[in-house]
C-alpha cells in the first residue's frame, strides 16, 4: 500500500519571508512598535471607570489590546521556530531580544490598564459586565481584576516588567545560548559521530546498551563541565521571581503557579498524594525492565532503554499514516486538521545537526495556524511524541470559534489535549501489535509514560520546591543542586534507581524557562485528567468529539475545578478522583510484569 510523502520541514515562509534576514519581519516589529506605543498612550490616558459612560472606552481598549498581543506572539512564535531550527542563528538570538523589549512595552501597559479596571467600584463594574459585548468576557476579565488587586502599584509592575528584559528573560536565554555551544563525541555502530544536544538524547532508548551507557557518560561530563554556568541562570531566574514576589507580599512560591493554571492547592496536594500512595508498581516495573536488559536495577542510563530483541520502527510517513488512522477513528475533525498539519508542513521533523532538543507546538495568531517542532528518528515512542504535540495544535484548532480573549488556556489544560492525542496512538498500537514480543515492547513504552509523569516529572517538582526555599536563603551552588536532584530523584522513583541523573536541573530547558514558572506539575495534572476525558471517549464512541471539543473550549474560560465538575461530573480536589487513573495505569505495569515472568 502506497503511503503519501509529508515535508519534514516545516513552511515558516508563509508568516515571514527569509528567516532572520526577514525584511516581512522587521516591517512587522516596526507596525507593532507603532501599535504598541499607541496602546501605551491610550492607557495612560484612561481613568478608572467611574460609571457605564465609560464603557466604550473600556471596550475599545481591550479590543486593543487583543490585536497588539495577537502581533507579538505573531513575531515571538517566529522566533522560537527559528531558534529552535538552527541553534547557530545568531541573528534569530538578536531578534529574541527585540520582541522580548517589544513585549514587556506591551506587558507593562496592560498591567496598567488591568490595575485601573482593577479600582472600579463593584457597582460599575457588574454594570460594565452586564454589556453584551463584554458578557462573555466576564470570567477572563474578573481574573484580570482579581489578579491586578495582588500585584503592585502600576508604577512597580512597569518598572519589574522593564528591568525583566536584561535582568530576567536574558538569563533564559543565556541558557539557549549555552546549549547552542554544546556537542557530544560518541561511537555508533562502529562510527564516530558528532551530536547535538538533541540528537543525543534521541538515543537514549538505542537498543545497544553501550551506547547508551556511553551517550549518558558523555552528556553527563558535557553538563557538568558547565554546571558553573548553569547554576548561575537558575539562581539568577530563581532570584529575580522570589524578589519579585516578596516585594508583592506573596508567601509562598507557588502560588503564582497555581493561578496560572487556574487550579487550587487542594488539587495540587489531592493528585500528588494519590501518585505518592500508587508507586509501587511502577516501581516494581523499572526492576523488572532492568533484569530484561541484564542488570539487577535501573540506572538512568536504561530508563528508556528498549525491551525485546526487535523493535518497531516507522518511516515518519508511516508514523503520519498511523496517526492519521487512528485520529479518525477517534472522529472526523481531528483527522482532517491533523491531516492539513502534515500536508501543508506545519512540522519540523527532520534528525539534523543543530537543531534545540525536545519538542513544542506553537501559535501563530494572526494565521490561525500552529507549528510543531520535533525530531523524527522511528520509533514509536517519536510517533506518540508526534501525536502529542497535534494534540495541542488541535486544541488551538478547537478553539477557533472564541473571541481571541477567550482563547488563553493554561498549561495543564494544555498538556490534558496533548495527553488525549497520545493516547489515541499509543493504544491504537498495543491493540495491532502482531505478537507478544511486540506488545511487550508497546507496553514498555507505554507504562514509560506513567513513569515519566508519575516519577521523572515529580522528581522535577521537589526538587523545584527545595531549590525556591533554599534559594530564599541566598545562592545555591551546583553542588548543592546536584544534591537536591539526586534526592528528588530517589525519592520520586521510589527508590528504584541505582544510578541517577545529578545534573538533570542543567540538562532540563524546562528549569530556564520564563515564561511559565514550575514548568512541571501542569504535565502530570493534564496527563492523568485526560485519562478520565479518554475513558469517557472510549465509553461514547465516535460521537464523543463534539463533546471533547466543547470540553477544550471552555478550558480558557473556567478553573480547573470548574471544568470537571462540568464536563466530567468529578471533584478534583478528592484523592480519588486521581487515583481512578492512576488505577488505569496500574492494569498497564501489570500487564506488563505478567507477559514478561
Known amino acids: 500500500m502506497a503511503v503519501t510523502t509529508y515535508p519534514q520541514q516545516w513552511d515558516l515562509d508563509v508568516f515571514f519571508k527569509g528567516g532572520s534576514e526577514s525584511p516581512e519581519l522587521q516591517e512587522h516589529f516596526k507596525k507593532y512598535e507603532e501599535l504598541t506605543a499607541a496602546f501605551a498612550e491610550n492607557v495612560k490616558g484612561f481613568s478608572t471607570p467611574e460609571s457605564t459612560n465609560d464603557l466604550n472606552q473600556v471596550k475599545e481598549l481591550i479590543k486593543e489590546a487583543k490585536s497588539v498581543s495577537s502581533g507579538v506572539w505573531q513575531s515571538a512564535a517566529f522566533i522560537s521556530c527559528l531558534e529552535a531550527q538552527n541553534t547557530k542563528d545568531v541573528q534569530a538570538n538578536v531578534l529574541r531580544g527585540k520582541v522580548t523589549s517589544l513585549g514587556a512595552v506591551f506587558g507593562t501597559a496592560f498591567t496598567a490598564f488591568q490595575q485601573k479596571l482593577a479600582a472600579t467600584h463593584e457597582e460599575v463594574w457588574e454594570s460594565l459586565l452586564a454589556d453584551d459585548e463584554l458578557k462573555e468576557f466576564t470570567f477572563v476579565v474578573n481574573e484580570w481584576r482579581e489578579r491586578s488587586k495582588e500585584k503592585l502599584s502600576e508604577e512597580e509592575e512597569g518598572?519589574?516588567?522593564?528591568?525583566?528584559?536584561?535582568?530576567?528573560?536574558?538569563?533564559?536565554?543565556?541558557?539557549?545560548?549555552?546549549?547552542?555551544?554544546?556537542?557530544?563525541?560518541v561511537t555508533v555502530d562502529g562510527e564516530e559521530k558528532t551530536l547535538s544536544v538533541g540528537q543525543a538524547n534521541n538515543l537514549s532508548s538505542h537498543k545497544d546498551p553501550a551506547v547508551r551507557e556511553e551517550v549518558f557518560q558523555r552528556l553527563e561530563e558535557?553538563?557538568?563541565?558547565?554546571?558553573?554556568?548553569?547554576?548561575?541562570?537558575?539562581?539568577?531566574?530563581?532570584?529575580?521571581?522570589?524578589?519579585?514576589?516578596?516585594?508583592?507580599?506573596?508567601?509562598?512560591?507557588?502560588?503564582e503557579p497555581l493561578d496560572i493554571n487556574r487550579m487550587k492547592q487542594e488539587t495540587?496536594?489531592?493528585?500528588?498524594?494519590?501518585?505518592?500512595?500508587?508507586?509501587?508498581p511502577f516501581a516494581d516495573f523499572l526492576t523488572r525492565k532492568a533484569q530484561l536488559n541484564g542488570k539487577e536495577k535501573m540506572s538512568w542510563a536504561h530508563l528508556d532503554a528498549p525491551v525485546g530483541k526487535s523493535l518497531k520502527t516507522l518511516s515518519y510517513d508511516e508514523g503520519a499514516a498511523f496517526i492519521l488512522k487512528h485520529f479518525a477513528k477517534f472522529g472526523p475533525?481531528?483527522?482532517?486538521?491533523?491531516?492539513?498539519?502534515?500536508?501543508?508542513?506545519?512540522?519540523?521533523?527532520?534528525?539534523?545537526?543543530?537543531?534545540?532538543?525536545?519538542?513544542?507546538?506553537?501559535?501563530?495568531?494572526?494565521?490561525?495556524?500552529?507549528?510543531?517542532?520535533?525530531?523524527?528518528?522511528?520509533?514509536?515512542?517519536?510517533?506518540?511524541?508526534?501525536?502529542?504535540?497535534?494534540?495541542?495544535?488541535?486544541?488551538?484548532?478547537?478553539?477557533?470559534?472564541?473571541?481571541?480573549?477567550?482563547?488563553?488556556?493554561?498549561?495543564?489544560?494544555?498538556?490534558?489535549?496533548?495527553?488525549?492525542?497520545?493516547?489515541?496512538?499509543?493504544?491504537?498500537?498495543?491493540?495491532?501489535?502482531?505478537?507478544?514480543?511486540?506488545?511487550?515492547?508497546?507496553?514498555?513504552?507505554?507504562?514509560?509514560?506513567?513513569?515519566?509523569?508519575?516519577?521523572?516529572i515529580h522528581a522535577r517538582f521537589l526538587f523545584e520546591t527545595r531549590f525556591y526555599e533554599e534559594r530564599k536563603q541566598g545562592t545555591v551552588p551546583a553542588s548543592r543542586l546536584n544534591e537536591l536532584m539526586a534526592e528528588a530523584q530517589r525519592e520520586a522513583y521510589a527508590g528504584a534507581?541505582?544510578?541517577?541523573?545529578?545534573?538533570?536541573?542543567?540538562?532540563?530547558?524546562?528549569?530556564?524557562?520564563?515564561?511559565?514558572?514550575?514548568?512541571?506539575?501542569?504535565?502530570?495534572?493534564?496527563?492523568?485528567?485526560?485519562?478520565?476525558?479518554?475513558?469517557?471517549?472510549?465509553?461514547?464512541?465516535?460521537?464523543?468529539?463534539?463533546?471533547?471539543?466543547?470540553?477544550?473550549?471552555?478550558?480558557a474560560i473556567m478553573t480547573v475545578e470548574d471544568l470537571a465538575m462540568k464536563h466530567l461530573g468529578e471533584d478534583i480536589t478528592q484523592q480519588a478522583f486521581w487515583e481512578k487513573g492512576i488505577a488505569l495505569c496500574v492494569k498497564d505495569a501489570q500487564e506488563f510484569m505478567e507477559l514478561t515472568k
Not at 489531592?270 to 505518592?276: D, E, K, S, V
Not at 536541573?505 to 520564563?514: D, E, G, N, P, V
Request: hydrophobic content about 40%.
Open 159 to 185: 518598572l519589574i516588567q522593564a528591568l525583566a528584559v536584561d535582568g530576567y528573560h536574558a538569563w533564559g536565554q543565556m541558557y539557549n545560548t549555552i546549549i547552542s555551544t554544546m556537542s557530544i563525541n
Open 222 to 255: 558535557a553538563w557538568k563541565e558547565k554546571e558553573q554556568l548553569f547554576a548561575e541562570t537558575i539562581n539568577h531566574l530563581a532570584g529575580f521571581r522570589l524578589n519579585v514576589y516578596k516585594k508583592r507580599g506573596w508567601d509562598e512560591v507557588l502560588k
Open 268 to 280: 495540587l496536594d489531592a493528585m500528588w498524594g494519590a501518585i505518592t500512595k500508587n508507586k509501587q
Open 333 to 456: 475533525e481531528m483527522a482532517k486538521f491533523a491531516e492539513v498539519a502534515f500536508e501543508n508542513g506545519w512540522i519540523e521533523a527532520e534528525d539534523r545537526t543543530n537543531k534545540r532538543p525536545g519538542g513544542f507546538c506553537t501559535g501563530f495568531p494572526l494565521d490561525e495556524q500552529s507549528r510543531i517542532f520535533m525530531t523524527y528518528s522511528g520509533s514509536m515512542s517519536n510517533v506518540a511524541t508526534l501525536a502529542h504535540e497535534l494534540g495541542h495544535a488541535f486544541h488551538t484548532y478547537a478553539l477557533k470559534p472564541m473571541d481571541p480573549l477567550n482563547r488563553r488556556y493554561a498549561m495543564n489544560v494544555a498538556e490534558t489535549a496533548s495527553t488525549f492525542a497520545e493516547m489515541i496512538v499509543a493504544d491504537a498500537a498495543l491493540k495491532e501489535a502482531e505478537n507478544d514480543e511486540e506488545k511487550i515492547s508497546l507496553l514498555e513504552d507505554k507504562v514509560s509514560r506513567s513513569v515519566a509523569f508519575f516519577m521523572n
Open 497 to 555: 534507581l541505582d544510578e541517577v541523573h545529578p545534573t538533570f536541573w542543567a540538562s532540563k530547558l524546562h528549569f530556564h524557562i520564563t515564561g511559565v514558572p514550575f514548568y512541571n506539575f501542569p504535565y502530570t495534572f493534564g496527563y492523568l485528567f485526560s485519562l478520565s476525558i479518554y475513558a469517557k471517549a472510549l465509553e461514547e464512541g465516535a460521537n464523543y468529539e463534539e463533546k471533547y471539543m466543547a470540553l477544550l473550549r471552555d478550558t
